[in-house]
């Protein structure tokens, strides 16, 4: 690591922000290694603290901490999965690397991207139901699923290996008696940080004849009880970190288990998962103020929302049982680019794990 530097700035290079001027003054250091900076104090402008839009002026000194020598690597990502046609020994070879737990009664997997979990309107044969035969591991039956994750998600995934463990695992999951944490890459930074959402969810119907196109679309709580077809929904959120005002990411708890919830509900509020092309808009820009799902084409192509964690008891034993998913390859593309580490936050950022 560098020694602590003391920057000035040249003339001619006044009046631009501070964070574009460090970006081409010091090679690698980026954005989010800026507003970490910034953030804890380490970062100085003329010995006070700063922001990072602050307008610089010439002959003014900047601090800057020791810095790594290169950017540390990201961790080791989940597996990927292409929707393009693999002979079926690759696709069983990759739905079997993707396991991260098994025992006598349980699987419990990191899904890929891109995987749907059943069969469905052109999806053919390739999903996650359809490959189970491939996770047998010796026992004469498929493991089933108890429930499921949009293709498009990633992230933790629980399939019961016999009778008994699925109807325990379907009533756990009913009865919310499991807890899922997500992270996801949202448009903006949400105000406030931590809070909770409660918006009701009603499906809207598709503009196909197989109903393609299929969404669900918010009530406001007062409306609900006056809405056909909408449900209560609940999710809780908190910021873990942002990019100034551009995006932020996001820890997000589903209280209740409605279809595309968190999607729906980020959108709602103003701040749409990136690269959500259905509830966030794919191709609109995000200029900074909180709306728009696409932050580039370099991240705005693949949907970032990932199933993090998951705390559960196990349906036969009892025993307290945790899981982590590393991040897919997307995702952990983005954190790195942003400078941010996966155990630079807590696993559950809510009071008593709410």
């Given at each position: 690591?560098?020694?602590?530097r003391?920057?000035?700035?040249?003339?001619?290079?006044?009046?631009?922000?501070?964070?574009?001027?460090?970006?081409?003054?010091v090679?690698?250091?980026?954005?989010g290694?800026?507003?970490?900076?910034?953030?804890?104090?380490?970062l100085r402008?003329?010995?006070?603290r700063t922001e990072?839009?602050?307008?610089i002026?010439?002959?003014?000194e900047?601090r800057?901490?020791?810095l790594p020598?290169?950017?540390?690597p990201?961790?080791a990502?989940g597996p990927a999965?292409?929707?393009?046609?693999?002979?079926e020994a690759?696709d069983?070879?990759?739905?079997?690397?993707a396991?991260?737990?098994r025992d006598?009664d349980i699987l419990?997997?990191?899904?890929?991207?891109?995987?749907?979990s059943?069969?469905?309107?052109?999806?053919g044969?390739?999903h996650?139901?359809?490959?189970?035969?491939?996770?047998?591991?010796?026992y004469?039956?498929?493991?089933?699923?108890?429930?499921?994750?949009?293709r498009?998600?990633?992230?933790?995934?629980?399939?019961?290996?016999?009778?008994r463990?699925?109807?325990?695992?379907?009533?756990?999951?009913?009865?919310r008696a499991?807890?899922?944490?997500?992270?996801?890459?949202?448009?903006g930074?949400?105000?406030?940080?931590m809070?909770?959402?409660?918006?009701?969810?009603?499906?809207?119907p598709?503009?196909?004849?197989?109903?393609?196109?299929?969404?669900?679309r918010?009530?406001a709580?007062?409306?609900?009880?006056?809405?056909?077809?909408a449900?209560?929904?609940t999710?809780?959120?908190?910021?873990?970190?942002?990019?100034?005002?551009r995006?932020a990411?996001m820890a997000?708890?589903?209280?209740?288990?409605?279809t595309?919830?968190?999607?729906?509900?980020m959108?709602?509020?103003?701040?749409?998962?990136?690269?959500?092309?259905k509830?966030?808009?794919?191709g609109?820009?995000?200029p900074?103020?909180?709306?728009?799902?696409?932050?580039?084409p370099?991240?705005?192509?693949?949907?970032?929302?990932?199933?993090?964690h998951?705390?559960l008891?196990?349906p036969?034993t009892?025993?307290?049982?945790a899981?982590?998913a590393p991040l897919?390859?997307?995702?952990?593309?983005?954190?790195?680019?942003?400078?941010?580490?996966?155990?630079?936050?807590?696993?559950?950022?809510f009071?008593?794990g709410?």
């Open positions: 690591m560098s020694g602590v003391h920057l000035v700035v040249g003339p001619g290079e006044g009046d631009q922000r501070l964070d574009r001027w460090l970006r081409r003054t090679p690698g250091l980026t954005q290694r800026i507003e970490k900076l910034i953030r804890t104090g380490q402008l003329d010995g006070a990072a839009g602050a307008r002026a010439a002959g003014q900047v800057l901490p020791p020598a290169t950017p540390p990201p961790a990502p999965f292409s929707p393009a046609a693999t002979p690759e069983a070879a990759m739905i079997a690397a396991v991260l737990y006598a419990v997997l990191n899904k890929p991207h891109g995987l749907a059943q069969g469905g309107s052109g999806l044969g390739r996650l139901d359809a490959l189970t035969a491939a996770l047998t591991f010796g004469k039956e498929r493991p089933v699923l108890v429930h499921r994750l949009d498009d998600t990633s992230g933790l995934m629980v399939l019961a290996r016999t009778p463990a699925a109807r325990r695992l379907a009533a756990a999951f009913r009865s499991t807890r899922k944490l997500y992270w996801a890459l949202v448009a930074a949400p105000s406030p940080a809070g909770t959402i409660r918006y009701g969810l009603v499906k809207a598709g503009h196909g004849p197989a109903g393609e196109g299929e969404r669900m918010c009530v709580p007062d409306r609900i009880g006056a809405t056909p077809g449900r209560p929904a999710t809780d959120f908190a910021t873990l970190a942002t990019l100034g005002r995006a990411w997000l708890v589903p209280v209740t288990g409605r595309h919830q968190l999607r729906a509900h959108a709602e509020i103003g701040h749409p998962v990136v690269g959500d092309g509830y966030g808009g794919r609109q820009e995000n900074g103020d909180g709306w728009g799902a696409s932050l580039g370099e991240f705005g192509r693949r949907l970032h929302l990932h199933a993090r998951l705390w008891a196990h036969v009892g025993a307290p049982l899981f982590t897919p390859p997307h995702m952990a593309a983005s954190w790195a680019t942003f400078g941010w580490r996966e155990d630079d936050v807590p696993a559950d950022p009071p008593e709410r």
